[in-house]
């Protein structure tokens, strides 16, 4: 695709529900970064994978959260017992190489628990 | 403390008028200097970026970073009701993959 593609858009769930949100990377983009931008705030790193391997987690705030890349291209966000302070707009963000100023940004996925 | 701040807004300024845009951070260890632009409900969009200290420009922006007082700036030459939307400044370091934001400043040109 032309862009990193970010599905789905909005996504409303249930408090303690398990949610995936989906990042497809610009093709041929070896790295991907997960963030979070909760309403009125930057954007918050959570997770860097260079290829098929999570380069850095250390910004994944618990447990709850997990992400995989299995393919070294598509990566899903997993977000296990969903609570309301998740809510937030998930961005992936894709480069060529580990420079992340080369990366472009997906629209994000709005996600809100209630 | 945030590590870089950036004054929310938001900021109204006449079409044509030079836009001063800050940031300051606290972290002496961030060498790229960064300013995205987004607009509402789009992910962020690289404008231009610093490595260490100096300016640069591209077209009508341009960036300044001063890492003796730990400030950075964009200005914005004839502005543009295009040019409305949010601008973050981030920052980060050679030794990692961690962009720092701030929390971006509303910006509004009005024709």
């Known amino acids: 695709g032309a862009g990193v593609s970010q599905t789905p858009s909005n996504k409303v769930t249930e408090k303690g529900k398990y949610v995936e949100l989906r990042c497809d990377p610009i093709s041929g983009h070896t790295a991907l970064y997960w963030y979070r931008q909760s309403l009125g705030q930057g954007p918050e790193f959570l997770i860097y994978f260079q290829g098929t391997g999570a380069a850095d987690d250390s910004g994944l705030p618990n447990d709850r959260f997990f992400a995989v890349r299995p393919e070294g291209s598509v990566s899903t966000l997993k977000i296990q017992r969903t609570e309301r302070g998740d809510s937030a707009v998930y961005l992936c963000a894709s480069s060529p190489g580990p420079a992340y100023t080369e990366a472009f940004f997906g629209q994000g996925t709005r996600l809100t628990v209630v | 403390q945030k590590e870089v701040e950036q004054d929310p807004g938001p900021l109204s300024v006449p079409e044509g008028a030079i836009v001063s845009l800050n940031c300051t951070y606290s972290?002496?260890?961030?060498?790229?200097f960064m300013w995205y632009r987004q607009y509402s409900r789009k992910g962020p969009e690289l404008l231009m970026y610093?490595?260490s200290s100096g300016n640069k420009e591209d077209g009508r922006f341009t960036a300044q970073v001063d890492k003796s007082s730990k400030y950075i700036s964009l200005f914005i030459r004839d502005s543009q009701p295009s040019d409305s939307a949010t601008y973050l400044c981030?920052?980060?370091?050679?030794?990692?993959?961690?962009?720092?934001w701030g929390a971006g400043t509303k910006l509004i040109i009005k024709p």
């Open positions: 972290n002496s260890a961030f060498q790229y």
């Open positions: 610093t490595y």
């Open positions: 981030a920052s980060g370091m050679d030794s990692n993959y961690q962009l720092i």
